[in-house]
């Protein structure tokens, strides 16, 4: 949902290549969420191979196979931030 707003605000669009997953403080921190790999799962058989989850989930990546965990791409991130700059395509450049 934030990233989504963020998106509205900057003019930026979301990639849709990619997954995500995380709570966020009003600081934005990320915290981290239940169901990890049922998510991750789920973003692979959509054809999804790139992966925003928070930092603190890093070790629910044991419990996939080593194949699966190959075939994608996670990036941990700490704070709202790094979503964002992950999340959201480069704004357009207006030509004169």
Known sequence: MAVALASVASGRTLRSDIAMTGEI??????????GVKEKILAAHRTGLRT???PRRNERDLEDLRDELRREMTFIFADNV???F???????ATVGV
């Open 25 to 34: 403080t009003m600081r934005g921190k990320v915290l981290p969420v239940g």
């Open 51 to 53: 992966v925003i989850l």
């Open 81 to 83: 931030d790094e979503v």
């Open 85 to 91: 700059a992950t999340a959201l395509t480069e704004p």
